[in-house]
T-cell receptor, first 115, second 114 residues
């Protein structure tokens, strides 16, 4: 059961373009939505995160847009660079009955930025 | 500050064997989570430990088990290995697994089953 649906699976943009990665969820118990960036041979690294009471968050060239009513959120990368070429994962956190967190990941988007 | 360290980085086993993977969290982090990453299924949550107790568990068979030691280091064990267990196994640590404290990932152990 895939609780966080991510699209597209892969994306190619020119340098300076604005790639957009979309995620959708069903579980309204999710309360925290991080994005991770993963380079080949490395573990995922936290990029930016948002809570559902905020509609947008910017950190440098990375922006998350969040639509709580539609249960969708997206990552925009402004002025993309070849160094941004990586796999991006959206994620969502909920808690078990004991109150402890569990993070569910999307299936990933492989981004290639062409010089 | 040293990051999350996973050993070994690569491992080759045959079907039916068992394997133990190790994870040393960032100093001061007491929560350790394990994930399986495969091209088809993405990142799937295995379990989370805090203060030597398993607090959360994903939907994996009982062949997958783990433990955490008093120094917060964690091990994951997979018994009776199957071809489908070939994957990158990632460990992530956080201060206590709660609030909005981020998880920090290691670079993983790549397990190949022949």
């Amino acid at each position: 059961q895939q609780q966080v649906k991510q699209s597209p699976q892969s994306l190619i943009v020119q340098k300076g373009g604005i790639p957009i990665i979309n995620c959708a969820y069903e579980n309204t118990a999710f309360d925290y939505f991080p994005w991770y960036q993963q380079f080949p041979g490395k573990g995922p690294a936290l990029l930016i995160a948002i809570r559902p009471d905020v509609s947008e968050k910017k950190e440098g060239r990375f922006t998350i847009s969040f639509n709580k009513s539609a249960k969708q959120f997206s990552l925009h990368i402004m002025d993309s660079q070849p160094g941004d070429s990586a796999t991006y994962f959206c994620a969502a956190r909920d808690r078990n009955s004991g109150g402890y967190q569990k993070v569910t990941f999307g299936t990933g988007t492989k981004l290639q930025v062409i010089p | 500050k040293a990051g999350v360290t996973q050993t070994p980085r690569y491992l080759i086993k045959t079907r039916g064997q068992q394997v133990t993977l190790s994870c040393s969290p960032i100093s001061g982090h007491r929560s350790v989570s394990w994930y399986q990453q495969t091209p088809g299924q993405g990142l799937q949550f295995l379990f989370e430990y805090f203060s030597e107790t398993q607090r959360n568990k994903g939907n994996f068979p009982g062949r997958f088990s783990g433990r955490q030691f008093s120094n917060s280091r964690s091990e994951m064990n997979v018994s009776t290995l199957e071809l489908g267990d070939s994957a990158l196994y990632l460990c992530a640590s956080s201060v206590d697994g709660g609030g909005n404290q981020p998880q920090h990932f290691g670079d993983g152990t790549r397990l190949s089953i022949l």
